[in-house]
């Protein structure tokens, strides 16, 4: 098939893919899969060959995501139990002051955002809005869109979460350099399309007069109350330590010789998936035992922590798949040849890829996994260019236009009490603003790097 033939199948298959989940309410996996099966008849794979095809996508994608993802939300559901996003709320709050409540509710979203789904973060850290907005008296609005949005940040640019490591990985970009990237990108953009958004954009919104009876806020305590909760220090560490751990093997392994036992020895300790099990096994101590949790206990919290991920396993793998038979069908590489023609950066193009995909689909992860299927031939096609980079342009372009098709926007709007206008006043436009200056950092940072 010529180019022009592949990249009609290619649109089709996206189109399909949008048509079965917003129109047929198809979940996102079978919607990939159906896609996958019609890019291997559309474009004349053996159908003998299919099933292997399928097979290899998603146990590659799965195989190294599978453990990350649980052990993630182990991390998680210990933050949630123990009261540490409790505890890293009030002490950032009387530090920094309630008058800066916006700033606070981004930054804690950039942290408790870490090991966990933004739609799970935001459930876990909404009873807090509350209680900053009516202890710093403002809209809850106001205090909620920079969380959602600096959770949005983190769930597409920051491995370890799912989609981020999944790009990074299809991509053969090194885990440790896009966090360290990503950090310098994801600050400012939150900062930007938070804060200072709901400063210049929501300075009309006045006090929720009805936060006392809101059965939300009820959930949460005040910030000045004193409880049994884990230390700020302790509780910070253990949400950053797989991070951490995974820097500090990238910064050791470009120091030592690969032939050392040193240089095996950090690799191994600095794999995502031996990271985040060490995470745990802290996790388990500093928010657990030490806290008079019994083993009985954490066993149990850690078997109610699989149970929520099986959905985005399932997105993922399909995901996988869709992005095995792109390549294998020669589409992917007829759309990086013909857009490799193109006098625009292939940052800017993987960016509107995975705009464009999350606009249509609603699915951050899904709009990344395909976006990375999509362009991974232009890494072949385009000198110089870094695939740390092409995955952060891509998780960029995947921060933008949360709307009615993304579960996340429905999620902030029911629980912040908003009206469906309100909603693509706030957390769309926050989202979009944050995606572009997300950009303009990806497109800075390529410079120098």
Known sequence: MGTGALIAVLIISIALIVLLIIKFKMHASMALLLAAFFVAVATGIDLSKVGDMIEDGVGGTLGFLTLIIGFGAVLGKLLEVSGGAERLATTMVNAIGKQRATLVMALLGLICGIPVFVEVGFVLLVPLVFVVAKEAGISRIKVGIPLATSLMVVHCILPPHPAATAIAGTLGADIGTVIMLGL?????????????????????????EDLDDDSTSAKATSLTETKDLPGFGITLFTVLLPLLIMIARTICTKTLAADTMAYKIIDIIGNPITALLISVFFA????????????????????????????????????????????????????????????????????????????????ATV?????????????????????????????????????????????????????????????????????????????????FF
């Open 284 to 363: 388990y101590f500093s928010l657990g035992l030490s806290r008079g949790m019994k083993l009985t206990q954490i066993s149990s919290l850690t078997d109610g922590s699989f149970g929520p991920i099986g959905g985005i396993l399932l997105i993922i793998g399909a995901g996988g798949a869709f992005n095995q038979m792109l390549t294998e069908s020669g589409v992917a590489p007829a759309l990086a040849d013909a857009l490799s023609h193109l006098p625009v950066s292939p940052i800017i193009l993987a960016y509107i890829i995975a705009l464009v995909l999350h606009f249509s689909v609603g699915s």
């Open 367 to 447: 709009a990344m996994i395909s976006a990375a299927g999509i362009v991974m031939p232009m890494l072949q096609t385009s000198d110089g260019l870094s695939p740390e980079i092409l995955a952060l342009a891509i998780g960029a372009g995947a921060i933008g236009f949360t709307h009615v098709t993304d579960s996340l926007f429905w999620m902030v709007k029911e629980y912040l009490h908003m009206t469906v206008p309100q909603a693509l006043k706030t957390l769309t436009v926050s989202t979009t603003i944050t995606s572009v200056v997300a950009l303009c950092g990806t497109l800075v940072v390529s410079l």
């Open 184 to 208: 310098c990108i994801a600050i400012p953009s939150v900062l930007v399309g938070g804060p200072l958004y709901a400063h210049f954009a929501m300075h009309n919104l006045g006090p929720d």
